[in-house]
């Protein structure tokens, strides 16, 4: 049910909003999660571990609204003594033309060249800026410009901020429609705990040892993205999953894996596994890693599950067998890294990434994902897809559900078998019409 893993989503993006590695949004996050697992009957445990410093800023804006911007190391941190003043906008700000007349006491609002960017603050700094604001016109991944923290050669008395090239673009409408004043904090977050979920529910059987099989997805975002796609449409699809196959008959061990700080360069999933015993390890059969799985941008064709190899394994042939058993053909294979299902491929862990996107060559590798990725507009207004959350649902979970249900053996060897599972996942779909009271 595409609905119900979107009201995950509108609880991750909308009511908790932001949630980079180690803040109180990103933990606030794990609890909405552990707090779903457990009603659903798993048994759940948080994972806490060390993750690097966020220098974060808070603009205010004279209606109340806050925007969560990227601050500099090398500017001031005001803590909780806000800078207030009135934006202006000052171009480029690498010549004398491009500024105001006057910008002493002014937030001075800049498109960031990062080439540039010491001369661009050195600039605003030099004529009495009280505040800067650098907004990114461009993204790594051809997106648009997201939050980020200037690196400064040389350190500064006021905030520095690094802003998305919507929030830039914003003020500067606001700045043309008779001015904007806002209130502007900057934060250093440093001894940062992120946390991982673990919610699992063993084998039927009990054994203990029973193989495993894991759904994941990470629970961060970057620092001034709501994360609607990226990638609370991972979660909320987890979750879901977690609910549709908490009661089956289950041969296999099945553990839904929510990590923190993704975001940071994979650090919840690399000391997850870096803390699985070799037999612990081993019990693994397969990671099928859910990021970004419901983007509505109109031009991705495919969800693609990815090796970070490229070579197909249990997880990936049982998606396509999925997609061809439910008939549907917007699954393929492919080759990416990017994700939490990096680290479980380095310790010999079948696993893959599942993403919607287009990719019109994979040697070189050329993609194309949306566009607000990474930014203020990953939400589910401008980034989710009732439709593409429903046919993530319905191969991962298909996939899933064949992996982990309960095989009975003389079934096993009847010639018909292909049957028998066909049942079992227009069984598993119907499922997902059940109407059980849901309430968070
Ligand atoms: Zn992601």
């Excluded at 019109?360 to 949306?370: A, G, M, N, R």
């Amino acid at each position: 049910d595409a609905a119900r893993a979107i009201e995950h989503i509108r609880v991750l993006s909308e009511e908790i909003g932001p949630r980079p590695a180690g803040t109180a949004a990103e933990r606030q996050a794990a609890e909405y999660i552990a707090s779903v697992l457990r009603r659903y009957g798993y048994d759940v445990e948080l994972q806490t571990f060390p993750t690097p410093d966020q220098y974060i800023a808070a603009v205010t804006l004279p209606d109340g609204t806050t925007w969560q911007m990227g601050a500099s190391r090398n500017g001031l941190i005001t803590g909780d003594d806000p800078v207030r003043g009135s934006v202006v906008f000052a171009g480029r700000g690498l010549s004398d033309e491009e500024f105001p007349a006057d910008v002493r006491g002014k937030v001075v609002l800049m498109e960031y060249v990062a080439s540039a960017r010491n001369v661009q603050v050195a600039n605003a700094v030099s004529r009495g800026a009280a505040a800067v604001i650098l907004y990114s016109t461009v993204g790594s991944r051809g997106n648009y410009g997201s939050a980020f923290s200037p690196s400064l050669s040389t350190t500064y008395d006021i905030p520095i901020l690094g802003a998305a090239l919507v929030q830039g673009q914003q003020l500067r409408d606001m700045i043309v429609q008779g001015g904007v004043e806002v209130s502007i904090t900057t934060r250093h977050y440093a001894n940062l705990q992120s946390v991982n979920v673990i919610g699992s529910r063993p084998a039927s059987s009990g054994d203990p040892d029973a193989p495993v099989v894991i759904v994941s997805s990470h629970l961060d975002s970057v620092v001034g993205a709501p994360g609607a796609n990226d990638d609370a449409s991972g979660v909320g699809l987890a979750l879901e999953l977690a609910r549709v196959l908490k009661s089956y008959n289950i041969d296999k061990e099945l553990r839904f894996i929510f990590f923190g700080a993704e975001e940071r360069g994979l650090i919840g999933s690399s000391y997850y596994v870096d803390h699985l015993s070799d037999a612990e390890a081993s019990r693994i059969v397969g990671v099928f890693q859910a990021d970004m799985v419901a983007t509505s941008y109109p031009n991705v064709t495919h969800l693609y599950a990815m090796t970070v190899d490229g070579a197909s394994n249990l997880v990936t042939e049982a998606a396509m067998a999925a997609g061809a058993r439910l008939g549907n053909a917007s699954i393929l294979p492919g080759q990416f890294g990017s994700s939490d299902h990096v680290p479980f491929h380095y310790r010999g862990i079948p696993a893959a990434l599942f993403i919607w996107m287009r990719v019109d060559s994979w040697d070189p590798l050329v993609y194309d994902i949306e566009k607000v990725y990474h930014t203020p507009q990953d939400t589910i207004a401008e980034n989710i897809s009732p439709e593409r959350m429903q046919t993530a649902l319905e191969i991962i979970g298909a996939a899933v559900f064949d992996l982990v249900r309960k095989d009975v053996p003389a079934l096993h060897k009847a010639p018909h078998r292909w049957q028998e599972a066909q049942a079992g996942v227009a069984a598993w779909v119907a499922r997902y019409d059940d109407t059980d009271p849901y309430a968070h």
